[in-house]
């Protein structure tokens, strides 16, 4: 061994070897810090691109608010999981469409595209019916109904309780014995070509106008608050739509719309617990409502002029709902493609705790929106242009400061675009193959890639439509209140040939023309008339100090003392119309009676039609074929009624001769079944 060092000797070694590890960690750390600095540099740019593709305006200025317009900046900007939550339901969306591109048949037959080889499962079925009509329209405008008017409109839940026996009962059992997934094609069968064609067209472009608007307006109201791109909504929203259903049918279309309706419920009661939290609880949100008068349950009025006053949100739902899901081929086209009747008729009544519980769920939020802004309107203070923006304002308003919050809101939004367009453009091409296309002109495949290539067109001219919709405002009013004067009509016409054996294709013809001309008049008439009904009074007072905390028992005084001021708690109806008589009747007749008039007139006007036609060629007169009419035994839950085989007078030569003619046709109508993918 050598000698030991000295005590010099260690000590400078000791420090040498500090020196080194100062050094290795020096380096250590600035190599972290340089990862660090690139992570950072790469997420903002992938920050700042992501805001590219969604936002085009991140800081959103409001101005208005009080005597003194103060503004309020809200802060529009994504964060992290809101990102992953808005792209985690797109993609999800586009897996499912992957899943049955690759499963099954592949989706390469007509059949399998359109109705899924007609066996879909009952239950992602009643969420689908649920999905394709609760569209984001539905969910914005409830709430704003339910700020501006109070609880009234939930009337409108109890006529789900006769809209969905009605639809499983009568209209169902009848449309699946046409034997064809368009219920167009019935009124071919029951009437003639005419009367099929002319309902087919007008109904095409009403429903790529409504997608269109489906694609607009929550984009507009997403925009108008949060500082969503509009145009970059349109465009996400349509392309992953159309992708999955092009690639997944009507299997992926069915689970999509289960999947989405499942994010809309968890959305809206997201908000409505998170809300109520943020109020001080329900007793507080209903406190401050109840001083507002807007859980009024008795403002009853059998006036058809005025609005949302219980007996027009039953009468009127009743026939407005039953045009959706009694005659609307998206809803039509799924009753087909469930493989047993008894399925159907579950995958329909579903619905009805299904519609009731997503409106008011989407009502209380628009109480919710009331109990934090009666005392500082933000559509009376100029903030906002238009009432169904109140829901977007009060989620980006109230839980800004909430990581994933805004995602989750504007995924259940697109979701309802989502399942809306998704059904409409499957039932578009469903109708040309079905309806317009001659008989055998395709194979199966080839039915299948030419029904995804129409698909694809039906969607594209839809975001054209929503893209022009922000350019042309009057057309976009137009367009959404055509949709509902041109569907009562058409309920009326499946309902005049189910259950009136009498009416024939003359009465069918001029009920049906007459019906859509005096409803486009209605319209014209009330929009010159502009009338406003009466709504439940709000106030800006107290706009300084909205964002600011207080109690709830100074909030209700200030509210009481604001409507004691003002003298009352509505505001009274607008009336700026020079018509005279009509103007006091007719053009202000409350929207929900529309479906009423269109149905009453179309069927009243078919059947005298009818029988005078009968007068006048009584030679000319032929019973309709009776699978086509409804029967007592069509109320049986589970057995598929043939009437032929229940014939209770075989002597009857027209029946007869109809049975005859019946036994004619299964060969050519088994032919039929398979060309039209039945």
Not at 352 to 368: A, K, N, R, V
Not at 627 to 646: N, R
């Amino acid at each position: 061994m050598g000698p030991e060092p000295s005590r010099g000797q260690q000590r400078s070694t000791e420090k040498s070897h500090i020196r080194q590890r100062h050094a290795i960690r020096s380096r250590a750390d600035n190599a972290s810090h340089s990862s660090s600095q690139t992570l950072t540099l790469i997420a903002r740019g992938t920050d700042l691109l992501l805001q590219r593709i969604l936002f085009c305006i991140p800081i959103l200025e409001l101005k208005g608010m009080g005597e003194n317009r103060t503004e309020i900046w809200l802060d529009a900007h994504f964060a992290a999981w809101d990102y992953v939550i808005c792209a985690g339901m797109l993609s999800f969306s586009t897996l499912i469409g992957f899943y049955y591109a690759c499963s099954g048949g592949k989706q390469r037959t007509q059949h399998e595209w359109l109705a899924g080889n007609q066996n879909l499962d009952w239950l992602p079925t009643s969420l689908s019916l649920l999905a394709s009509f609760i569209s984001a329209i539905t969910l914005l405008g409830t709430p704003s109904v339910f700020y501006t008017n109070g609880v009234m409109y939930s009337y409108l839940a109890l006529c789900y309780f006769a809209v969905m026996p009605l639809t499983a009962f009568i209209f169902m059992p009848v449309f699946r014995r046409t034997h064809s997934i368009s219920a167009f094609k019935y009124l071919e069968k029951r009437f003639n070509k005419t009367v099929s064609l002319i309902p087919c067209f007008v109904y095409m472009v009403q429903m790529t106008v409504y997608m269109g608007i489906v694609l607009y307006s929550p984009a507009l109201a997403l925009n108008a608050v949060t500082g969503l791109s509009l145009e970059g909504s349109i465009v996400v929203v349509a392309v992953v739509c159309l992708f999955y259903t092009v690639i997944g049918g009507m299997k992926a279309i069915v689970v999509t719309d289960a999947f989405q309706t499942i994010v809309m419920v968890v959305g809206m009661i997201t908000i409505a617990v998170a809300g109520t939290w943020r109020m001080g609880g329900l007793s507080s949100v209903l406190d401050i409502n109840r001083q507002g008068e807007h859980l009024d349950f008795k403002r009853w009025s059998l006036d058809p002029r005025t609005r949302h006053a219980g007996v027009d949100c039953l009468i009127g739902g009743i026939f407005t709902w039953l045009s959706v899901y009694g005659s609307n081929q998206a809803q039509v086209q799924r009753y087909i493609s469930i493989g047993r009747k008894v399925d159907a008729h579950k995958a329909i009544l579903l619905n009805m705790p299904g519609l009731i519980f997503l409106m008011l769920i989407s009502g209380y939020c628009g109480l919710l929106a009331y109990a934090k802004y009666a005392l500082c309107d933000p559509i009376k203070a100029g903030v906002l242009s238009k009432p169904d923006q109140i829901l977007p304002y009060y989620v980006t308003d109230t839980f800004r400061d909430w990581p994933g919050f805004a995602g989750l809101f504007v995924s259940s939004i697109f979701s309802g675009s989502l399942s809306t367009i998704s059904s409409g453009v499957n039932a578009l091409a469903a109708i040309v193959l079905t309806n317009i296309v001659p008989l055998n002109y395709f194979k199966e495949t080839q039915g299948a890639k030419a029904g995804k290539l129409m698909a694809v067109g039906f969607g594209l001219v839809a975001m054209v439509f929503a893209f022009l919709c922000q350019y042309l405002e009057a057309i976009l009013t137009l367009a959404l209140s055509m949709y509902g004067i041109l569907s009562a009509p058409l309920l009326g016409l499946f309902t005049l040939g189910m259950l009136c054996p009498r009416s024939n294709s003359t009465g069918a013809f001029v009920g049906y023309i007459t019906s859509v001309l005096f409803q486009a008049w209605m319209y014209y008439g009330s929009q010159q008339e502009d009338y406003s009904g009466e709504t439940v009074v709000t106030f800006t007072a107290n706009c300084s100090s909205v964002h600011h905390p207080q109690t709830m028992a100074s909030h209700i005084h200030q509210l009481a003392a604001a409507q004691e001021e003002f003298g009352g708690v509505f505001s009274p109806a607008t009336d700026t119309s020079e018509w005279g008589l009509l103007s006091q009747t007719v053009f202000r007749m409350s929207y929900l009676y529309f479906a009423v008039v269109g149905f009453s007139i179309t069927v009243g006007v078919g059947y005298a039609t009818s029988l005078l036609s009968r007068l006048i060629a009584p030679t000319n007169v032929d019973l309709p074929d009776l699978d086509l009419l409804f029967h007592w035994q069509d109320l049986h839950p589970v057995h598929e009624f043939d009437p032929y085989h229940h014939l209770s007078l075989p002597d009857h030569p027209k029946l007869q001769q109809l049975a005859n003619k019946k036994e004619s046709l299964k060969s050519i109508k088994s032919i039929e079944i398979d060309e039209n993918i039945l």
